[in-house]
Structure formats: C-alpha cells, structure tokens
C-alpha cells in the first residue's frame, strides 16, 4: 500500500502480477465472507474476471518476479506466487458461486475439492 503513513502505492520499484491478482481475489472473497453476500464482487466482476484468466496462464509456473518473499530478489517457479495463484482462482471458484454462476464454480473449485470453511 505504501510506506507508513502513507498509502500512495507499493515501493517494491517492480510489478508482482501473480502476487497481485492473487491477492485482490483472496480480498475480495474475504469481503464476501464478512458481508455475507457478493455484491462488492458483482460489482467488479470484469477485472476479477482478468485477474483470474492471467492467473490461470501465468500462475502455476510463475515466470521471474517478485513476489512478499522479496528478500530473495526475483525468482521463476517461486512456490509461494504458485499457492498464491491457486488461492486466487479457488476464491473466484467460491464467488461465482455466490453469485450464481455454476459453470464457473465448477471450473474454477471442482466438485471433489469442496470451499467449505469461508
């Protein structure tokens, strides 16, 4: 978010794609859980919607880039972006179902891997 006290934008001097999609996913399902109801989520369904599909290219096998971890400098194949990423579009999985969206639910949090414990 920034340096305290500011919150004027991240000071990594790098973008962090998989980190940051799957973040604002992660957020977003968690606003769900605590409004109980995905409304915030409709909203903004068209970005999520692109940060899912990136995720889903980019994610399993993340390319050189910073992630939290940064202490290591930039890395490929970092497994903590990976979970990240997998968290990512198991929280889209679980808002499309909110909202409704079977299909999508089911492609993005298949049957056999239930989401219970919101």
Request: with cysteine; aromatic share 8%; hydrophobic share 40%.
């Amino acid at each position: 978010m920034g340096t305290y006290p500011v919150a004027n934008g991240q000071t990594y001097g790098g973008d962090m794609p998989v980190e940051e999609c799957g973040n604002m996913l992660i957020l977003t399902a968690a606003i769900a859980a605590v409004d109980a109801n995905a409304t915030f989520a409709r909203t903004h369904w068209p970005v999520l919607t692109t940060w899912v599909h990136y995720l889903k290219e980019h994610g399993f096998d993340p390319e050189n880039q910073l992630c939290t971890d940064d202490f290591a400098g930039h890395l490929a194949r970092n497994t903590n972006l990976s979970v990240k990423a997998i968290m990512g579009i198991a929280s889209c999985g679980h808002l499309a179902g909110q909202l409704g969206d079977q299909k999508t639910e089911a492609e993005y949090q298949p049957a056999n891997q239930p989401a219970s414990g919101w």
